[in-house]
């Protein structure tokens, strides 16, 4: 059975020894190193190329967020398992996005710790069940935040103003003196402004602006 070597870092003495305890009770489990922040984590990595780092996401001088990041620079093939109190999807998301592999909360059974750090190991990515439908929510809402951001994109600047202005109410005579532009250039941009927008008329416009949070 192949070893698997473990870097323990997190900034607490008695919880990276905690870890090792219940690591090294396996006998395919050796952690070979231990850190104290988010810098040392990176530097030890580097070092002794492990094949799994149990990373906090709290930590002193780099936080683990950073640190996996930093690994993944270094281009090393050592996987990293968040483990933290962090329940929070946001954060979970941002650990699979910087190249974290797995995420386990601290306050886990031993053996979902072992499953993960084995799994991981393995190439599987590990997610503690209890948190993958947090993984989907967050998800989903970055998407969606994506989308609306895709859309807004294909208004210009000045569209943006101008659709602002509209859903204010105001008209294009009004709005030309506002932006201190000709009335005719304001028609352009309405016309440019429902065509993007698939709308036929300002009040539509303006209850799109305000749906799709384009209004500021």
Request: hydrophobic share 40%; no cysteine.
């Amino acid at each position: 059975m192949k070893t698997i070597n473990v870097i323990v870092a997190d900034d607490h003495s008695m919880v990276r020894h905690g870890i090792k305890q219940i690591l090294e009770m396996e006998s395919d489990i050796v952690v070979t190193a231990q850190a104290s922040n988010g810098r040392e984590a990176v530097d030890l990595a580097n070092t002794y190329k492990p094949d799994v780092v149990l990373m906090d996401i709290n930590m002193p001088i780099l936080n683990g967020l950073q640190a996996v990041k930093e690994i993944r620079e270094l281009g090393l093939e050592t996987k990293v398992i968040m483990l933290t109190i962090n329940d929070d999807r946001e954060y979970l998301f941002k650990s699979l996005q910087s190249g974290a592999q797995g995420y386990v909360l601290k306050d886990a059974e031993p053996s979902v710790l072992i499953d993960a750090v084995r799994n991981v190991a393995s190439g599987e990515t590990y997610i503690q069940s209890n948190m993958t439908t947090e993984l989907v929510k967050e998800f989903n809402r970055v998407t969606q935040k994506e989308k609306e951001k895709e859309f807004e994109t294909n208004l210009t600047a000045r569209e943006v103003e101008v659709l602002d202005l509209i859903a204010d109410g105001l008209l294009n005579k009004e709005i030309a003196k506002k932006l201190y532009i000709s009335e005719k250039t304001v028609k352009n941009h309405v016309s440019s402004i429902f065509r993007k927008l698939n709308v036929s008329d300002r009040t539509q416009a303006a209850i799109y602006a305000f749906k799709n949070n384009l209004k500021a």
